[in-house]
């Protein structure tokens, strides 16, 4: 799933487990479960995502036995993201023989008649894998670079009583070239967004620096960041008093 530079995969993860294990060659007894890898961009090292062992794990799927397949990339609906995926009712090569690997004619009948899996979905809020998290509170610098005054839009989640509030720094030193905007500035995002533009008393618009580079730094107080979008065009105005 292409984000942004970068790239999320759903890696398929065969897992022996029947005896007796093969000392050398191919296993084919055992289940297959997903999970994340992601890279930073094209040509980057693949990375597993930390904390979390399976995406998806086939014990966890009352309807799965053995096995998770996915399709080829996730699909958009409304909100949310779906990566659909089919799931066998048995474990991996369950109607062979150990031995030769021949078919087993009693286990190929039993699993003819049960079915051999059903089809489903995984589903999260849309650009909503994973994403930068304080508990309680934490700071997270952006760079961006951008050649016109833009919007930067922030796909976001506060606890009740969380915020994000957004610091951007000036260019230059005695005389900045372009202004800046501090924390007192700066209007805090609460609640849950998919999509909502940094805003200070002034309006919205970052206006870019001499070589198009400007820094962001993210102040969250029990908040996570998921995702961002820089879009360009000129700062809508704010209501008095927000």
């Known amino acids: 799933m292409p984000a942004g530079q970068g790239m999320v995969g759903f890696l398929w993860q065969f897992r022996h487990s029947n005896l ?27 990375m597993h995502v930390p904390g979390r062992p399976d995406f998806i794990n086939h014990a966890e799927i ?8 996915t399709a080829s990339y996730p699909v958009e609906v409304g909100d949310e993201q779906r990566l659909y995926f089919s799931a066998s009712r048995r474990s991996h090569a369950w ?3 150990p031995g ?3 078919v087993n004619e009693e286990n190929m009948q039993a699993l003819s008649e049960e079915g051999n899996g059903r089809i489903g979905f995984a589903s999260w809020p849309r650009w909503r894998l994973f994403g930068f998290r304080s508990d309680p509170r934490g700071t997270i610098p952006f760079y961006i670079r951008i050649d016109a005054p833009c919007e930067f839009m922030l796909n976001y989640e506060c606890e009740p009583g969380g915020s994000i509030r957004a610091e951007l720094p000036a260019i ?3 005389v900045p070239t372009v202004e800046g905007r501090g924390l007192d500035d700066a209007v805090e995002l609460t609640g849950d967004s998919l999509s909502s533009p940094l805003a200070w008393r002034n309006g919205t618009t970052i206006q870019p620096g001499q070589d198009g580079l400007r820094k962001i ?21 704010l209501k008095q008093g927000i």
């Open 100 to 102: 030769d690997l021949s």
């Open 62 to 69: 009352p309807w799965a036995g053995g096995c998770v397949y």
């Open 217 to 237: 730094v993210f102040h969250l107080d029990r908040a996570t960041i998921y995702a961002f979008e820089v879009v360009p065009g000129s700062a809508r105005k």
């Open 95 to 97: 109607y062979c023989n």
């Open 20 to 46: 007796p294990r093969p000392m050398a060659g191919p296993a084919f007894f055992g289940s297959v479960d997903v999970t994340l890898a992601y890279q930073n961009r094209s040509g980057d090292c693949w």
């Open 172 to 174: 230059g030193a005695a």
